[in-house]
């Protein structure tokens, strides 16, 4: 069974803190699964997507991102702190998905930040975001701050036990979902 996991980094600047942080999470999935995910990165995906201000208008790039991300079975979702909330790209990013295509969708949510200050924007921001989608979000989630990186690499321990711990649940749902599958590919097989 092939398991899709799709890394989403919300940020538009380049080098990008939360762009590393998606990339860590996905190591760290890859590492305790073997599965390695693809990343899409806003920087270079959003100027495609803001050509459409409906669905029915993508086309090109801007489709293939959004298919990408209907399809993805995991997200590992991640945003830059703006105005105590995730970016406008990202927002017209899910402003263009299918609702239909996330219920039961598992997401990992990330955010990176300039303080501790904005730490719950995970919370308060992206879970509610998920949620209306129905999609199930994974209980930890992982907030950088500046000072967590070194050359835009993470060197917080704690970030990255946090790290840890989310991978270590996303390796739970994936094999579950292999779990659940097997009986049923033999039943058709």
Known sequence: MTVNLLGLSGSVARPSRTTALIRAI????AARTGIFGTLIELVDDAPHLFTALTRKQLSGRAAQVIHAVETADMLVVG???YRASYTGA???LFDLVNHEAFPGKKVILAATGGTPLH???????LR???GFLNA???PTTIYAIEDDFADYR????????RIGRAADEAAAQ???RKTLAAPWRAATG
């Open 26 to 29: 996905l190591d760290a999935v």
């Open 79 to 81: 945003t830059p702190v």
């Open 90 to 92: 990202l927002k017209h």
């Open 119 to 125: 730490g719950l924007v995970t919370e308060h921001q």
């Open 128 to 130: 509610p975001l998920f």
């Open 136 to 138: 199930q979000t994974l």
């Open 154 to 161: 993470l060197v917080n321990p704690k970030t990255i036990d």
């Open 174 to 176: 994936l094999n579950l």
